[in-house]
């Protein structure tokens, strides 16, 4: 099992501020990427995603960026808010179909008031 | 719409004892997937279902474990002889049998095993 699990990385930003959460991933195979956000009690919800093709994609106050050269993923959110506390998960898969995800261990995001 | 519902939400059970979860897929979702997820951690995949069919339970820890599902709706997770380490959050999620491999989540059950 993991070693580290009980310990998830937390980043504590200004409410107001941009954050940035990042994601490196282990299979230079995975071509689609996605972003997940899990509240307290709740399963994870989607955000975004991107395909390997593209190495930025735009949402609503979120970005994430693809360098498929150095296996790494970001997430930037503009103007945390408070509903933004969470974890957030990034995931891959070698293709777009129905092949399960492969899950990162999550970052906690605390956004302070 | 509905979302990926779960039953029960808490299951709290004792040693060796065997438990049933519940997912109830989105409606028209054509697969289905069950992960777990442990106290403060990413989550660990299990299985999933195309149809009524299981193309991969790779990921299930032991023969301990099994699923089905029916009717290409619902689908049960049995775990037999329960055991602590068994304890965690049993996620499942589904999608439709489009392109994206965008994946809904219920909230899951958290199983206690005492």
């Known amino acids: 099992g993991e070693s580290v699990g009980l310990h998830l990385p937390t980043l504590s930003v200004q409410e107001g501020d941009n954050s940035i959460i990042n994601c490196a991933y282990s299979?230079?195979?995975?071509?689609?990427f996605i972003w997940y956000k899990q509240e307290s009690g709740k399963g994870p919800q989607f955000i975004i995603d991107?395909?390997?093709?593209?190495d930025k994609r735009q949402g609503q106050r979120v970005t994430v960026l693809l360098n498929k050269t150095v296996k790494h993923l970001s997430l930037q959110i503009a103007a945390t808010q408070p509903g933004d506390s969470a974890v957030y998960f990034c995931?891959?898969?070698?293709?777009?179909?129905?092949?399960?995800?492969?899950f990162g261990k999550g970052t906690r995001l605390s956004v302070i008031a | 719409g509905a979302g990926v519902s779960q039953s029960p939400s808490n299951k709290v059970t004792e040693k060796g004892k065997d438990v049933e979860l519940r997912c109830d897929p989105i409606?028209?979702?054509?697969?289905l997937y069950w992960y777990r997820q442990s106290l403060g951690q990413g989550l660990e995949f299990l299985i999933y279902?195309?149809?009524?069919?299981?193309?991969?339970k790779s990921g299930l820890p032991s023969d301990r474990f099994s699923a089905e599902r029916t009717g290409g709706s619902v689908s049960t997770l049995t775990i037999q002889r329960t055991q602590q380490e068994d304890s965690a959050v049993y996620l499942c999620?589904?999608?439709?049998?489009?392109?994206?491999?965008?994946?809904?989540f219920g909230a899951g059950t958290r199983l206690s095993v005492l």
């Open positions: 999620a589904s999608k439709t049998g489009g392109a994206k491999n965008i994946q809904y």
């Open positions: 299979n230079s195979a995975s071509d689609y």
């Open positions: 991107i395909r390997s093709n593209m």
């Open positions: 995931a891959e898969t070698p293709n777009s179909g129905n092949t399960p995800l492969v």
């Open positions: 409606s028209g979702h054509t697969a």
């Open positions: 279902f195309q149809g009524n069919s299981a193309p991969d």
